[in-house]
């Protein structure tokens, strides 16, 4: 397979090949990840090649060098001789994220960074976009800055659309996969060393095996924290569900302040169109948990507060139709206690006393006002008298006609006063 892409000549055809050509890098680069030896220089070629890829005499070795070059040989023919919409070189860098991702190659963020450029074609600037995301940039304010940057403003309306659908598979790929760790902002470098050096890969970076020959023996090394490779073993068992893996996939990004912040931006923006911001909301209630409250943080309230009244209101009416056309209020703000205690108001009643003269008498007091209980009187049984007999042993009566009477009127006061007496005795 390496020597039909090597040896591929295409100059008496006139069709261009490129989509042949792309299929033979795709089946190249899985035999690289099946191989798992990892690549030191992923940008060697045939014009600079100064030794740095030493081959250590083994088969492997060397179609894993020469593969590396055929791929950057072919990178650098479409920079040339460009195919169409530069599918060739879009499928070079697909192909070294995926092999990024499997640990094998070390890609920077600025080789993806200079390929995002309008000078590009739109297709290598999306794939360029998407392994920003895929390998890190979800976890990033800067390049997720940049990304909704050209989101919002770039011109096309067929790049908006297939950057959209390249942040959508970026989030796939991050809940069922992992991103690395290499770009973090600081709330997930702080979460990470919370969970014993475990961020959202697993591991904390990309996992790296080195593997070596003891006489007829392979050990194989596997370069991950102790504490962290059962955690890293309970998230691939949760992400084998769609439930689990939401759940690890809100842990490690829901956080993150540059994604919320980009994502509100985003939504609120009117450079987006409406299917664009439907897109993004099912990003976000799959990232976030949907609640029924808000928390709002308020001072201590005042003592006091503002109250508006009208002090004079004049109203021009129309004289032909009756209705009011215009007028002008004149409003005052004051201050006013947001407590106000309402007192009774106190009546007396004048009740006459003994020597005629009237005696005020409250009914109650603002302290301690008084209730009166209502009472019922009931009829009681009759009680008849019988006369005494006079007897022999007593005398009997005599009665004189007294020349004056004497009366004597008591006056009694009200019966709540005789009540208040008894209740209250001095």
Known sequence: MLNILKYNDNMNNDFTDCFYVAHLIRCLVQLLINTNRFIENHNLSITDDN????????????????????????LQMDQWSPSVDGIVTTTVIIEKIKLARAGLIDISFSELVAMTKPNNYPQVRVAAFEGLLAMGG????????????????????????????????????????????????????????????????????VKRNESQMVGDTMIIVQDHAGSGAMQNRRDQIARSTLKGAIEVFRRDYSIGKGLRWE????????????????????????????????????????????????????????????????????????????????????????????????TPVASGSAANPITLPSVGLKKGPTLKLKPIEPSAAMPAPTITSPTSIRIKVLRLPPYHQLLKNCLNPQ
């Open 263 to 358: 994502l509100w931006q985003a939504l609120h923006s009117c450079l987006l169109s409406i299917n664009t911001k439907r897109n993004l909301f099912d990003t976000v209630t799959v990232l976030f948990q949907a609640i029924d409250t808000l928390k709002v943080v308020l001072d201590l309230p005042l003592d006091k507060k503002i109250v508006a009244k009208v002090e004079q209101k004049k109203v021009e009416v129309d004289q032909a139709t009756g209705t009011s056309v215009g007028g002008t209020f004149v409003i005052s703000l004051k201050r006013e206690g947001r407590l106000k205690v309402k007192l009774p108001v106190l009546k007396t009643k004048s009740t006459p006393s003994a020597s005629g003269t009237s």
């Open 138 to 205: 979800l976890k990033n304010s800067n390049i997720l800055s940049l990304f909704f940057l050209n989101l919002k403003l770039d011109p096309s309306q067929h790049l908006k659309y297939c950057l959209l659908l390249a942040f959508m598979r970026a989030i796939g790929t991050a809940a069922i996969d992992g991103t690395p760790s290499k770009l973090d902002d600081d709330e997930f470098v702080k979460l990470a060393e919370s969970n014993g050096g475990v961020g959202s890969s697993g591991n904390g970076s």
């Open 51 to 74: 030794g740095s890829f030493v081959a250590s005499g083994d088969v492997t070795d060397q179609f894993v060098k020469d593969v590396v070059l055929e791929l950057n040989r072919c």
